[in-house]
């Protein structure tokens, strides 16, 4: 079916940053929204960005102004550029992506910004 490969994550001091990649293999309908989701322990999951097909984008308010999504259509590909990290952003990222009826995840990839 679909897989989703994530891969960028690693630890970094606050204030540095860190460009994920997630790169997607399988039937994919060409219009669909891929986004980056996080779950740090004993949080709940929640979304950081999410990008359309078209180009439009949505962030939490808590990463705005300092994290960039973006994705390359004809590889099927989406990137999180991540700035001015801090400590609160430590968590296992998750890949998404979801077309029609379906909603594909990533294993996810750890991020770990130390104080």
């Known amino acids: 079916q679909v897989q989703l490969v994530e891969s960028g994550g690693g630890l970094v001091q606050a204030g540095g940053s860190l460009r994920l990649s997630c790169a997607a293999s399988g039937k994919i309908f060409s219009m669909n929204v891929m986004g980056w989701y996080?779950?740090?322990?004993?949080?709940?999951?929640?979304?950081v960005a999410s990008i359309s097909s078209g180009g439009s984008t949505?962030?939490?308010?808590?990463?705005?102004?300092?994290?960039?999504?973006?994705?390359?259509?004809?590889?099927?590909?989406?990137?999180?550029?991540?700035?001015?990290?801090?400590?609160?952003?430590?968590?296992?990222?998750?890949?998404?992506?979801?077309?029609?009826?379906?909603?594909?995840?990533?294993?996810?990839?750890?991020?770990?910004?130390s104080s």
């Open 58 to 113: 949505n962030y939490a308010d808590s990463v705005k102004g300092r994290f960039t999504i973006s994705r390359d259509n004809a590889k099927i590909t989406v990137y999180l550029q991540m700035n001015s990290l801090k400590p609160e952003d430590t968590a296992v990222y998750y890949c998404n992506v979801r077309y029609l009826m379906y909603d594909y995840w990533g294993q996810g990839t750890q991020v770990t910004v």
């Open 38 to 47: 996080r779950q740090a322990p004993g949080k709940q999951r929640e979304l």
